[in-house]
Nanobody, 123 residues
Framework: AQLVESGGGLVQAGGSLRLSCVVS????????MTWFRQPPGKEREFVST????????RYAPSVEGRFTISRANAKNTVYLQMNSLKPDDMAVYYC?????????????????WGQGTQVTVSS
């Protein structure tokens, strides 16, 4: 499968962005989908995951209540709505897919990765 992220950009602190990740060449509704991010000079970290059925979600404590993950299986797309953005949210955001119901928190456990989209938050 191929994953392509979009929607990143420059936003002021307190603003919002919606990231999208389109999956092609695979069976989208067989994948748990997850967003990771890699801040400058830091390790890649888990942000949020949604089950293959879309009925279960999980968030990192740092984004809980501000970010919302969703998926549209008919469009082979997973979204990440990011509100109340902070400078600490600045990172390259990656989506990842893993065959199965739930998505693990370790990026190394995933089957497919996107190329990433840059999110820059100005203070």
């Amino acid at each position: 499968a191929q994953l392509v992220e979009s929607g990143g950009g420059l936003v002021q602190a307190g603003g919002s962005l919606r990231l999208s990740c389109v999956v092609s060449g695979g069976v989208f509704n067989a994948y748990a989908m997850t967003w990771f991010r890699q801040p400058p000079g830091k390790e890649r970290e888990f942000v949020s995951t949604i089950s293959s059925g879309g009925d279960s979600t999980r968030y990192a404590p740092s984004v809980e209540g501000r970010f919302t993950i969703s998926r549209a299986n008919a469009k082979n797309t997973v979204y990440l709505q990011m509100n109340s953005l902070k400078p600490d949210d600045m990172a390259v955001y990656y989506c990842a897919a893993k065959v199965g119901y739930h998505g693990p928190s370790r990026w190394g456990d995933y089957d497919y990765w996107g190329q990433g989209t840059q999110v820059t938050v100005s203070s």
